[in-house]
C-alpha cells in the first residue's frame, strides 16, 4: 500500500473549486443548477486578445521560451505596472507563471522555511493557509471584523508579529469580501512593518475591478520604503476574462525573483508560449473591456447584495471590488431543514442550499470566517433573481429548532 507524505495528507482540497465541480456533475446528470460558486468571469475572453494568442500559433509560437516568460511579456507587465501603479521595475525583477496561484506557489516556497511564520488576515483566499503549510511554514490567522471593513487593524498585526514571522498577505480588493484598503489603512499597517523585516505579499489580482468611485491603492504608492520586501502579485485571469490561459505574474526583488524562476525551471518550465502572447496583448491592448465587465458587475452586484440582504437572518455588506458577495448568514443558524437536519454551520447550509435549492454557494468556514458564505456575482441578471428566488424559499421552509 502506497503511504502518501505527509505535506500530502495535510492538504485541503480547495473548496470553491469544489462546489463548482459538484455543481457541475449535478449539471451534467440534467439537475438546473445555480451557480454562485465559481470564482472567473462568465464573459469571453475579448476578441482582440484570442487573435493576438491565435497568430502566435499561426506563426509556429509553441516552443518553450524562457522560464519567467518572453521578453515581451516582462516589458508588457512592467509597462502595466507604471501605468496602473506608477512603479518602475526592471524585466529582472519580473516573473511570469502558470496563473498567480502558480505564483504565490512559487513564492511561498522560495521564502518559506519550516516553522517561519505567515499572517493571513481572515477572512482569507482559501489557498493562502494551504501554500504556506506546504512550503513548512505556519500560516497564523488574524482574524478582522465586518464592523472595521474587514481591514487588517494595525494593532492587530503588531500582536501578530513574533521573530518568527517572515511575510504578511495583503490581498486588495479582497476575495471573499471585496473589502479594499485605503492609503490611510496602508500606512498604518506600514508603519508597523516598517522596522521588521517582513516580506509583504500584495496580491493584487482584482485591482481593476472596483466600484462606487473606489480606486485601488497599492501598498508601494504609500510606503515606498517598503519596495526591497514587497512582492507584487497579479496576472490576466480576472481583469481580462482568461482564468482558463493561467498566466499570472510577480513583481518584486530581483534575488527573490530569481529564485522563484528556478523551483519554476524544476516543475512547470515556462508558462505556455502563445498564452503568453494573449497576456501581452491583454496588458498593452484597448481596455475599455474592463470598463464594459466592471460596468456589468456592479449591475449585478447591487442586485445580488439587495436580494441577500432582504432574506430574513442573513446581512450582506456592500463589496468595493472583487465579484463576490460576503453576507453573515449566522441568523440562519440553529435551524432545521424539512428533513429534520439542523443548520449548524456555513457547511451544512451551503449543503442545504445545493441539495434542495439547486444553488451552488460557498461555506465561509475554508476563508476563515464561518458565519458567513460566498457568491459569486460573475453570473447573469436572470441567474442571479433566480437563484435569489431559490435561496428566499429554501430559508422560507426552514423552521427554528
Known amino acids: 500500500m ?34 454562485f460558486g465559481a470564482g472567473e468571469p462568465d464573459f469571453p475572453t475579448p476578441p482582440h486578445i484570442v487573435e493576438r494568442a491565435a497568430e502566435a500559433l499561426r506563426k509556429g509560437d509553441t516552443r518553450y521560451t524562457s522560464v519567467g516568460g518572453t521578453p515581451a511579456l516582462r516589458s508588457a507587465v512592467a509597462a ?11 524585466t529582472a525583477e519580473i516573473t511570469a ?98 522596522d521588521r523585516d517582513v516580506v509583504v505579499v500584495s496580491d493584487d489580482i482584482y485591482h481593476k475591478l472596483t466600484y462606487d468611485g473606489a480606486r485601488f491603492v497599492s501598498l508601494l504608492g504609500v510606503a515606498p520604503s517598503l519596495r526591497d520586501r514587497t512582492v507584487i502579485v497579479n496576472g490576466v485571469s480576472k481583469t481580462y476574462a482568461m482564468t482558463g490561459w493561467r498566466i499570472g505574474y510577480a513583481a518584486g526583488p530581483e534575488r527573490l525573483i530569481q529564485a522563484m524562476e528556478d523551483l519554476q525551471s524544476q516543475s512547470t518550465s515556462n508558462p505556455t508560449s502563445f498564452a503568453q502572447a494573449g497576456a501581452v496583448e491583454a496588458l498593452s491592448g484597448p481596455q475599455a473591456c474592463v470598463g464594459e465587465m466592471v460596468a456589468a458587475f456592479d449591475e449585478r452586484r447591487r442586485l445580488l447584495v439587495a436580494g441577500l440582504d432582504a432574506l430574513p437572518g442573513v446581512r450582506c455588506p456592500l463589496p468595493q471590488g472583487a465579484f463576490y458577495a460576503f453576507p453573515n448568514v449566522s441568523g440562519v443558524y440553529g435551524s432545521v431543514t424539512p428533513s429534520g437536519v439542523e443548520i449548524r454551520n456555513s457547511l451544512t447550509l451551503a449543503a442545504y442550499l445545493l441539495e434542495e435549492a439547486q444553488v451552488a454557494v460557498v461555506p465561509g468556514g475554508p476563508f476563515g470566517a464561518d458565519d458567513y458564505i460566498r457568491l459569486s456575482y460573475a453570473t447573469s441578471l436572470d441567474n442571479i433573481r433566480k437563484g435569489l428566488g431559490r435561496v428566499a424559499e429554501a430559508l422560507g421552509r426552514l423552521r427554528r429548532s
Request: hydrophobic content about 45%; overall charge negative.
Open 2 to 35: 502506497i503511504t502518501l507524505s505527509r505535506r500530502a495528507q495535510q492538504i485541503q482540497p480547495s473548496a470553491t473549486l469544489a462546489i463548482t465541480a459538484k455543481a457541475n456533475q449535478l449539471k451534467a446528470q440534467g439537475v438546473d443548477v445555480i451557480g
Open 80 to 90: 502595466a505596472l507604471q501605468r496602473d501603479y506608477g512603479l518602475t521595475y526592471r
Open 97 to 194: 507563471s502558470c496563473g498567480a496561484k502558480h505564483t504565490l506557489f512559487n513564492l511561498f516556497l522560495a521564502l518559506v522555511d519550516d516553522g517561519d511564520e505567515v499572517i493571513v488576515p481572515a477572512p482569507y483566499w482559501v489557498s493562502y493557509p494551504e501554500q504556506v503549510q506546504v512550503a513548512g511554514g505556519v500560516p497564523v490567522i488574524v482574524s478582522t471584523e465586518e464592523a472595521d471593513g474587514f481591514l487588517l487593524r494595525p494593532e492587530a498585526l503588531a500582536q501578530a508579529l513574533t521573530p518568527r514571522s517572515k511575510a504578511l498577505v495583503l490581498n486588495s480588493p479582497s476575495n471573499p469580501t471585496g473589502a479594499m484598503y485605503g492609503r490611510d489603512e496602508l500606512a498604518a499597517l506600514a508603519r508597523v512593518l516598517d
